[in-house]
């Protein structure tokens, strides 16, 4: 089955606590990208990758880091974790980047 | 700089009438154009997209939207609602790797 996988689904942690949140699609897709939703803000890029170690900035990168060392995982890392970045996050992969993009379940986090 | 913006939070509309999901676009280029739904709990579900060709696009559920590019809209329309229809919908325009997301409008569709 085609799909887009997050890790872990729910998680609750403290400010500055390193944390990762995976990211695994199994389509061979080249354009993967990390959201977060917010209400009334809709979904928000932070980071994208065109292929293997080729990334960008999104809209809201601050407080961010990703990697893509392998086609099918595009991790989400934030270093030191701030309430600010307690929210919905979506992972999402696309053969393209103006194409339909597959999204994960979401990960909802929470910093305490 | 790029945007959607989908001026409307909530749409509320009796079952069996029609329903209708605004978005505008500010997209550099020829944009492309998506929707997407959301139910509780879950990610994303795509539904139809705008490419080029043919300004009015059918997608999955019996929706589809119309491309205008003098008003720079792409509505989102289906002439019966279901109160299985009741979600969250999301336009998005996307120029080359730069994808924008519009705020997001709930339905609600009432028996």
């Known amino acids: 089955e085609a799909q887009v996988t997050q890790n872990p689904r729910y998680l609750i942690t403290v400010t500055g606590k390193k944390l990762t949140v995976t990211c695994s699609q199994n389509m061979n897709h080249e354009y993967m990208s990390w959201y977060r939703q917010d209400p009334g803000l809709g979904l928000r890029q932070i980071y994208y990758s065109m292929n293997v170690e080729v990334t960008d900035k999104g809209d809201v990168p601050e407080g961010y880091k990703v990697s893509r060392k392998e086609k099918r995982n595009f991790p989400l890392i934030l270093e030191s974790p701030s309430p600010n970045q307690t929210s919905l996050y979506f992972c999402?992969?696309?053969?393209?980047?103006?194409?339909?993009?597959?999204f994960g379940p979401g990960t909802r986090l929470t910093v305490l | 700089a790029q945007s959607v913006a989908q001026p409307e939070d909530q749409v509320n509309v009796a079952e069996g009438n029609p329903l209708t999901v605004k978005c505008t676009y500010s997209v550099s280029g020829n944009p492309y154009l998506f929707w997407y739904v959301q139910y509780p709990n879950r990610g994303l579900q795509f539904l139809l997209k705008y490419i080029t060709g043919d300004n009015l696009v059918k997608g999955s559920y019996g929706f589809e939207a119309e491309f205008n590019k003098s008003q720079t809209s792409f509505h989102l329309k289906k002439p019966s609602a279901l109160v299985s229809d009741s979600a969250l919908y999301f336009c998005e325009g996307a120029a080359g790797n730069k994808l924008t997301f519009g705020g997001g409008t709930r339905v609600l569709v009432k028996p």
């Open positions: 999402a992969s696309s053969s393209a980047g103006a194409d339909t993009q597959y």
